[in-house]
């Protein structure tokens, strides 16, 4: 279709139509002018498509679709390929559906464990985060299908979220918050971006200009439209004037009555209008000019796709000699999940499968079951418990599949504790006291205590891995696939260690992010605190061994690539993937910089014997801290180390390397400086020396005596002079001058200095 044609013949009701949805689901069509309307949908992880009544929240049906791994399951695969491979998956199911826009992925940063959304969104690390996304958005973006990338911006919990302000410092989000969708906005061009229901800094984020236009727009280049999470309009004319473009779902003509007065009252530009209904037509366009109406999606082939995913994703965090388990021996199921598992999240992501497998329908040999629980309620039912311990004492080993009940965690509310129900706990504990062989196979959406931990030799972290949950657990269990998912999130000890603790559901609608760029194991590693298990941790049935770093160059400057590249190994007997994780350390920083940063991460496959060379690519962001004062990316002069592990606490090799900066940042000196900040700049220092020699003088004295006191007392003295002189302000040299040297000299001295080329 020719837009612009068509915005020139429309009316300013038209227009205005346009920029709101025409029921829950659709855009609004123009039947006059031959516009149609395109639905949208719920995912990330599935094709949730209501025929009948619409609702944001999962109430009610939906069609038949696949399920796959939510996004903090497909995260801890670490696999570029395969997250994109499923994004083709969706984007097939949504052709068939004639579904034009998939609501998703979720990007959103896990601040807190306590989120009651972490079970869709990917990482703490916006690094991480950002990758992923790219290559989802590229997948389902191949089948001409849209994606929406959310919840934009700075959208960390459920608690109060319609109305709650997130107060965040400049440089925490460019290097925590934005960062999740820079990279994917650049290198990925979503067709959508939803914008959250939250404030950002007092503003909400359906009007916020700065994010919405001089952010995503003028600075990052983003093409296509922004739409409002499902209700998120405050203003919807203020919102237009922002860049946010489409309301969902409709407002039943409200507020297009509203734009249109406000064109008319001068208000709102109609160009303004015009920019919003050509973004929003673009992308109706490119739909229906791809649209394939013969299109099917085979579900019983995504099931499939779905198994392997799920089985590339689920962690291995303990293993005590116990997996794999063979089935020869005699084993014990013991837990509702084993028979009913949680394998998704609650709310608008819930997916209505076509059908689904649990581990008891899933294994191939005989294996006694006891319920143990009721997963309906939180209740310690002693005639279950009771069974339960009997038949895994009369096991050789015993498989708990505990976890958190969809009431425990969903969309729509925050968890108030990291615990599991004290009925699996209870469970966990009257089981160990009789079986010392114990596996524990959890399904959570995010991380939980384990007073357990030491009591059980094993434990499978499966998440919330979609409908093939089944069948992938047992054949991690009984070595037909090895474990190979890493942590995309630390777990730690306890709620009370993480760094928002103290601030996290805030106070009424103000949150303030107190703990700035610490967040996860930024923060974590940082106080070299001990946590339950470490970001990017996660076993293998066999061992890789690190070899041979290398690095292009020893010292670069930052606007050069530097290439690493290392070696790894299958040192074991059965094939194997590695996680293969780059950090990157700043050793001689000016400014607070966490210890450990994910930089690069790649999945290798090798056979046992093999050997593979991995390489990662570093470029100046790659070393670099958003730095307020200049407003863009500044990386200082200095030495860094280039760390490469299994985990960001088990690095297995490490280089240094000396970065120069190109930035020329010119130091403005002034009567309030510190002589210690002067100090690194030779000329300066040169320049001060006469008044330099005086102040000595004026602190000079006697000789201490020459007894072991007075030594003592000199140490103290010159440990003190030397502090005083450090932090003392150039302005200082006036007072303690006793009257040599004037205020007209000293400033002279500065402008000198401020003058050096």
């Known amino acids: 279709m020719d837009i612009k044609k068509l915005i020139s013949e429309m009316t300013i009701e038209e227009k205005a139509s346009l920029c709101s949805g025409s029921d829950f689901w659709h855009t609004a069509p123009i039947e006059r002018l031959n516009i149609p309307k395109m639905m949208v949908s719920d995912g990330p992880h599935g094709l949730r498509k209501q025929e009948l009544v619409g609702d944001h929240l999962g109430f009610n049906n939906s069609i038949k679709a696949v399920c796959f791994p939510t996004g903090c399951t497909i995260a801890a695969s670490f696999d570029r390929q395969l997250i994109k491979e499923v994004g083709e998956y969706l984007g097939e199911s949504c052709q068939a559906e004639g579904v034009g826009v998939l609501l998703g992925p979720a990007v959103n940063i896990k601040r807190s464990p306590l989120c009651g959304r972490n079970f869709e969104y990917l990482s703490e690390d916006p690094y991480l985060s950002s990758e992923m996304a790219s290559k989802q958005i590229q997948g389902v973006q191949s089948k001409h299908v849209g994606t929406s990338m959310k919840h934009y911006l700075a959208n960390n919990q459920e608690h109060r979220r319609m109305t709650s302000s997130s107060e965040v410092d400049e440089r925490t989000l460019r290097e925590i918050y934005l ?18 229901y939250n404030k950002v800094n007092g503003v909400f984020a359906s009007e916020n200009h700065h994010f919405l236009t001089e952010v995503l727009r003028d600075e990052w280049g983003f093409e296509g439209f922004v739409v409002s999470d499902w209700g998120a309009v405050n203003n919807r004319v203020l919102g237009l004037n922002a860049g946010m473009d489409l309301e969902m779902p409709s407002s039943f003509g409200l507020n297009g009555k509203k734009i249109v007065e406000a064109v008319e009252a001068g208000d709102l530009s ?15 366009d490119r739909f229906e000019s791809h649209r394939d109406h013969q299109a099917v999606f085979d579900r019983d082939a995504h099931h499939e796709k779905a198994r392997e995913a799920a089985v590339a994703s689920m962690v291995l965090l303990k293993n005590e000699a116990i997996l794999p388990l063979s089935e020869n021996q005699k084993i014990a199921f013991i837990g509702e999940f084993a028979n009913k598992p949680r394998f998704q999240g609650g709310g608008s992501s819930n997916i209505n499968v076509h059908k689904s497998s649990s581990a008891l329908s899933a294994v191939a040999c005989q294996v006694t079951y006891a319920q143990g629980y009721d997963v309906s309620e939180d209740v310690i039912d002693d005639a279950m418990v009771e069974e339960a311990v009997a038949v895994a004492k009369a096991a050789e080993v015993a498989v708990l599949f505990v976890g958190l009940p969809d009431a425990f965690e969903s969309e729509g509310y925050d968890r108030s504790h990291m615990r599991l129900p004290k009925s699996h706990d209870h469970l966990i504990a009257e089981v160990t006291k009789v079986q010392p062989n114990v596996v524990v196979v959890l399904h959570n959406g995010s991380p939980v205590e384990m007073p357990w931990v030491e009591d059980v030799k094993g434990i499978l972290e499966a998440y919330l891995s979609g409908q093939s949950v089944g069948e992938a657990t047992i054949d991690l269990l009984f070595g037909k696939a090895n474990p190979s998912g890493k942590l995309a999130e630390t777990f730690p000890l306890a709620l009370e260690d993480n760094p928002s603790y103290l601030f996290y559901l805030g106070e009424k609608d103000v949150v303030e992010y107190r703990e700035g760029i610490f967040v996860g194991y930024r923060y974590y590693d940082q106080k070299k605190m001990e946590v339950l298990f470490p970001f990017g941790h996660g076993l293998s049935y066999t061992s890789f061994n690190y070899s041979n770093m290398r690095l ?55 056979n046992p014997g093999e050997t593979k060379e991995v390489t990662f690519i570093l470029n100046k962001r790659s070393f670099a801290y958003y730095n307020t004062e200049i407003s863009d990316w500044h990386v ?29 940042m010119r130091d403005q000196y002034h009567m309030n400086t510190l002589l210690g900040d002067l100090m690194p700049n030779p000329r300066a220092m040169e320049i001060l020396k006469p008044v330099l020699k005086g102040l ?6 006697a000789e201490e005596e020459k007894s072991e006191a007075g030594e003592a007392a000199k140490a103290v003295t010159n440990d003190m002079k030397e502090a005083m002189f450090r932090y003392m302000p150039l302005r200082n040299f006036i007072t303690f001058s006793q009257g040599h040297i004037s205020e007209e000299f000293l400033q002279g001295l500065i402008d000198e200095m401020n003058h050096l080329d």
């Open 179 to 196: 960062a999740s969708f820079e990279t994917p906005i650049k290198e990925a061009q979503p067709w959508t971006v939803m914008c959250s």
């Open 270 to 284: 109609e160009a303004t209008l015009n920019l919003s209904v050509e973004r929003i037509l673009t992308q109706v």
């Open 552 to 606: 292009s160059a020893e010292a670069i400057n930052d606007n050069d690539l530097v290439t690493v590249t290392i070696d790894i190994t299958n040192t074991g007997a059965v094939f194997g993937k590695e996680v293969v994780q780059l950090y990157v350390s700043d050793l001689e920083s000016t400014v607070i910089r966490p210890s450990n940063e994910l930089k690069g991460f790649e999945k290798v496959a090798l």
């Open 636 to 664: 200082e002069t200095g030495d860094f180390e280039i760390r490469v592990g299994k985990s960001s606490r088990d690095i297995q090799c490490v280089k240094a390397i000396h970065v120069t900066t190109t930035l020329i």
């Open 696 to 701: 000595e003088q004026a602190f000079g004295g």
